[in-house]
């Protein structure tokens, strides 16, 4: 027995009995799939309290260009400096320096305590870094803003909010998945000439071993929280791998998780900190060692398919790139359709994998409230919707935010000398980050025979394509074609026609893509909602899980079984009860 396992025995916080009503509702929740969001979004003092916006930037402003400190972290080598926030300033913060096996190790042996808790007991620990998390989200949205390049606002909702509930979801379902079975069974088998055959059984369910996070550049902690608490829930180990430039929102999140986890008497290596410089390789070391059995990882298709391919000892769960289409017959509310569009597109410069790249219209227009507006036509109002949102520079910076990577960049660079530009992108100045590149969304009208080649390729970023097709039927058909091959995470159809909308419905299942239908007001395509939306299908090439369900969860651990012959009470000595 541990130290940690010991001081847990002598009376460590029951974090289970104080989150157990937050669990048993988060559980009706993703069973309902109705709306609830039990940490609030708006980054207020009102709800956050007095004081805590300036706390959490000071507490930010505090990690900048000094060590970062981990609890319970017993080794001296510091890693270098490898983050630059996108609105052009280093942060300087050098994180502790393990190499890979040796992570994996310390993962391993702090693993043992983590297994032998209940199911319960590893709940209620991830509950409890879930909330002190929430505590921490200003702190979390000014290292998510300056790791990714995020404006203020979404990096409060997105990397902070809405991360931890998408971490409550897959606590959740990993806690409501282990108590799907009982832990214990009396079993009798009826035989002829004597009595039954009788055996006492118990039913544990026990993590598979280390699991390792890769995460990714622009969302590390919505991505993130969702593979790690659904790992640790189900009793493994982890070993958190950050993006080299977007590592301090996932340090700050290991720090608290040590902490809480040291309060519970555990070791607080169930979860380490595997930060590594830019082109190291880390992430493919520790995706192969053959002690990890469970990769999660956001990002590029070409990493996502060589680990799949390659971490062959190991459950992957994967989200990648695709095709992310919109089909457009017709409408009741042009302007709405163009306002949200542009939304759509506009929103963190398009550094989203769910933003719309393939806008689909037939070449006989789309039919609106307005009249027939043919492709050049709506692609030249869309054009005019973006210039709108964005007309005020200033406040339009806090809807793009700015560019996360050269990536980005030279794809924005590249598509700009692409034929049927019709809506150039431009720089916007940021009002206080002189250094940051804002970038408004670019818009090429291509044909769907001339231009595969070019649509059926990922442009993340702020790249878009109104694509001519010979008619809606053909839209459908690209649809379903696009997607099944080379993957989506959203579609999106506008029809005021019930039959093009039920083809449209079943060209989406068919592809194995999420659908929304008809968006004109505040809801967006490239928005998703714990415990409800389901994000990523399984179902085509861009993901092979979803966040969350229960198959996200069910393969992170076994349910083992033992079994003696029962005691009756009959055969026990008189004495024996005592």
Not at 389 to 410: K, M, P
Request: one cysteine or more; proline letters at 6%.
């Amino acid at each position: 027995m541990t130290e940690y396992a010991a001081e847990a025995d002598a009376g460590a916080v029951d974090f289970f009995a104080r989150h157990r009503e937050l669990l048993e509702r988060a559980v009706d929740a993703t069973r309902s799939r109705e709306f609830w969001s039990p940490f609030p979004e708006s980054p207020s003092e009102r709800v956050y309290g007095a004081g805590s916006a300036a706390a959490g930037e000071a507490a930010f402003r505090a990690l900048l260009n000094e060590p970062f400190a981990l609890p319970g972290w017993g080794r001296d080598e510091i890693g270098e400096a490898t983050e630059v926030s996108p609105y052009g300033f280093p942060l300087g913060v050098r994180y502790p320096a393990v190499a890979p096996g040796a992570a994996v190790a310390l993962a391993r042996e702090a693993g043992a305590g983590w297994r032998a808790a209940s199911p319960e007991v590893r709940a209620g620990v991830a509950v409890e870094i879930l909330t002190r998390l929430n505590a921490a989200s200003f702190e979390l949205a000014h290292a998510v803003r300056h790791t990714t390049g995020q404006p203020f606002v979404m990096a409060f909702q997105a990397g902070g909010p809405h991360a931890q509930e998408r971490g409550l979801e897959a606590v959740a379902y990993a806690w409501a998945e282990q108590a799907r079975h009982p832990g214990s069974a009396a079993w009798a088998k009826p035989r002829r000439g004597g009595g039954p055959l009788a055996l006492a059984k118990t039913f544990t369910p026990v993590g598979r071993g280390v699991a390792v996070l890769i995460g990714c550049n622009t969302f590390p902690t919505w991505n993130g929280y969702p593979g790690l608490f659904a790992s640790l829930v189900t009793g493994n180990p982890v070993v958190v791998k950050p993006h080299p430039r977007a590592v301090l929102p996932l340090a700050i999140t290991v720090r608290v998780a040590r902490e809480v986890l040291a309060e519970a008497g555990f070791a607080p290596d169930v979860v380490v900190l595997a930060a590594e410089p830019e082109g190291a390789g880390t992430a493919r070391e520790l995706a192969t060692h053959p002690e990890v059995r469970i990769v999660d990882f956001t990002g590029s298709s070409k990493f996502g398919d060589w680990l799949e391919a390659n971490a062959r000892q190991a459950q992957v769960y994967t989200e990648k790139a695709g095709l992310n289409t919109v089909v457009l017959d017709s409408t009741d509310d042009y302007a709405g359709l163009l306002r949200n569009l542009a939304f759509s597109l506009s929103l963190y410069s398009g550094q989203m994998c769910t933003t719309p790249q393939n806008l689909l219209v037939g070449r006989g227009g789309i039919v609106t409230d307005q009249g027939v507006r043919s492709a050049a036509e709506f692609a030249a109002d869309l054009g005019v919707a973006l210039e709108k949102l964005l007309a005020d520079e200033a406040r339009a910076t806090g809807t793009l935010g700015a560019i996360v990577g050269d990536g980005v960049r030279a794809r924005l660079a590249e598509a700009a000398r692409l034929p049927g530009v019709c809506h150039p992108s431009r720089t916007l100045p940021h009002p206080d980050f002189p250094e940051a590149v804002a970038r408004t969304p670019l818009i090429a009208l291509l044909d769907a025979a001339a231009d595969r080649e070019v649509y059926t390729r990922e442009w993340f970023g702020p790249v878009s394509f109104v694509v001519v097709t010979e008619s809606t039927a053909e839209s459908v058909r690209l649809l379903r074609e696009t997607v099944g091959a080379f993957g989506a995470l959203t579609a999106l159809v506008h029809s005021t026609d019930e039959a093009v909308l039920d083809a449209a419905r079943e060209a989406a299942l068919a592809a194995g893509v999420h659908l929304s239908e008809n968006l004109t007001d505040g809801v967006f395509v490239n928005q998703s909602s714990a415990f409800s939306d389901f994000h990523g299908s399984a179902a085509n090439p861009a993901a092979s899980a979803t966040l969350t369900d229960p198959a996200f969860v069910a393969g992170r651990f076994a349910v083992l079984q033992s079994r003696r012959p029962a005691v009756s009470a009959s055969d026990s000595a008189p004495g024996d009860a005592s």
